[in-house]
């Protein structure tokens, strides 16, 4: 079995202005370096191996830090960037709810019918999360392991490993600064992944 601790970046000024971020590099903020080191007193008895980040700036700095800090390796999630908002990127979450009303409710109720103007479908996030979990399950069948990742990718993390439903993902856009533990049994996965 392997335990997987899903990390959510620390927060940015993006996150704190209710902001769609997307795949645009925004770093961490004074709260999300505050965050972040929190969260290292919090990760100290996990005995994580390895950290593995998402390519994107606050999910690099938190996973950065936290592996210097615990002395552990670090390692870059290649074709892991997070959702391709399009236009939305840089919009204020409440923007997009007054101005369009049907897709923000769409968003909330089922996600994946929805392709932000000029972005990425939820489902083409979906398959690069299960690629790049299927191969990290592979390397990794014992131990913990840390995984910095952005919402919505976490929460695509977290159905593709425990079949959860996705839920609101307007709420958890705003997630950050925290971690969760999961154990899994890779070969589960593997197989049907």
């Keep these: 079995m392997v ?16 902001r769609i971020q997307g795949i645009l590099d925004v770093p961490l903020n004074e709260q999300g370096a505050a965050e972040v080191q929190r969260m290292i007193e919090e990760l100290r ?3 994580m ?25 670090l390692r870059k999630l290649d074709r892991m960037q997070n959702l391709n908002y399009g236009l939305w990127q840089g919009t204020a979450i409440d923007e997009v709810r007054l101005k369009h009303p049907k897709v923000y409710r769409q968003w909330q109720e089922q996600p994946e019918l929805v392709c932000p103007p000029e972005g990425e479908m939820l489902s083409q996030a979906a398959q690069r999360v299960e690629q790049a979990m299927t191969r990290l399950l592979k390397r990794h069948k014992e131990g913990a392991i840390g995984l910095v990742v952005p919402e919505p990718l976490a929460s695509l993390v977290r159905r593709f490993l425990n079949h959860a439903e996705l839920g609101d993902l307007w ?10 533990l999961m154990t899994i049994e890779p070969e589960t996965l593997v197989h049907t992944g």
């Design 45 to 47: 008895g996990q005995n």
């Design 171 to 180: 709420k958890v856009i705003g997630e950050h600064g925290r971690w969760e």
């Design 49 to 73: 191996e390895v950290v593995y980040a998402a390519c994107c700036e606050p999910a690099m700095q938190t996973a950065q830090t936290i592996a210097q800090s615990l002395e552990i390796k």
């Design 3 to 18: 335990q997987i601790i899903l990390i959510h970046p620390g927060s940015t000024d993006f996150d704190q202005q209710r």
